[in-house]
């Protein structure tokens, strides 16, 4: 071989080396890409699940603290009977045990309030279907129309939630 086809030879190699340089840095570029694509996608995936673990928490809180004041509810009702029939007693003893009862009654109320439970608004009200439910419907001059006049059966929210909706009777 002579000195000439040697240079060319070492040229074409350094050609073919520059290409491949230039191939394995478009490759390697690629390649960040696609690796640095992927690990914002992780990361925005893993913030989505954080997000989504943490509403589901709360709802499922909440979701137990609604189903516990169903449950709850009868019991508190008849705190307030109680209270109300105790009320009309005229012994001292009953009377003294009529307060107790009273006391009981106004720390359910309490706790309920510090919970975010609510009494529905009652007698005088103006009717509204997302809280109440009307049993029973009347004619009366004296009241202005759809206005509650009489509660069978207190209703209850947190919040926005209706726990239970009030049993009512309606001015038409």
Same mark, same amino acid.
């Given at each position: 071989?002579?000195? @000439?086809?040697?240079? =060319?030879?070492?040229?074409?190699? !350094?050609?073919?080396?520059?290409?491949? %340089?230039?191939?394995?840095?478009?490759?390697?570029?690629?390649?960040?890409?696609?690796?640095?694509?992927? #690990?914002?996608?992780?990361?925005?995936? #893993?913030?989505?699940?954080?997000?989504?673990?943490?509403?589901? @928490?709360? !709802?499922? #809180? %909440?979701? +137990?603290?609604?189903?516990?004041?169903? &449950?709850?509810? $009868?019991?508190?009702?008849?705190?307030?009977?109680?209270?109300?029939?105790?009320?009309?007693? =005229?012994?001292e003893e009953s009377k003294e045990f009529a307060k107790g009862v009273h006391l009981i009654a106004e720390q359910i109320k309490e706790a309920l309030e510090r919970i +975010?439970?609510?009494?529905?608004?009652? =007698? +005088?009200?103006?009717?509204? $279907? &997302?809280?109440? !439910?009307?049993?029973?419907?009347?004619?009366?001059?004296?009241? $202005?129309?759809?206005?509650?006049?009489?509660?069978? &059966?207190? +209703? #209850?929210?947190?919040?926005?939630?209706?726990?239970?909706?009030?049993?009512?009777?309606?001015?038409?």
């Open positions: 071989m002579s000195k @000439r086809e040697d240079t =060319e030879k070492n040229k074409e190699a !350094q050609e073919e080396i520059i290409l491949t %340089e230039e191939n394995l840095d478009m490759d390697l570029d690629d390649a960040f890409r696609d690796l640095n694509d992927r #690990y914002l996608r992780v990361c925005a995936d #893993y913030d989505n699940f954080r997000r989504r673990s943490r509403l589901d @928490r709360a !709802q499922g #809180y %909440e979701e +137990g603290v609604i189903d516990t004041i169903r &449950q709850l509810i $009868p019991v508190f009702e008849s705190v307030d009977s109680a209270v109300k029939t105790l009320s009309d007693l =005229e012994m +975010g439970v609510s009494e529905i608004e009652g =007698e +005088g009200a103006h009717f509204d $279907p &997302q809280f109440h !439910q009307a049993v029973m419907h009347e004619e009366d001059d004296s009241h $202005p129309d759809n206005t509650v006049t009489e509660v069978f &059966q207190k +209703g #209850y929210t947190k919040g926005d939630r209706v726990i239970r909706h009030s049993m009512v009777k309606v001015v038409n």
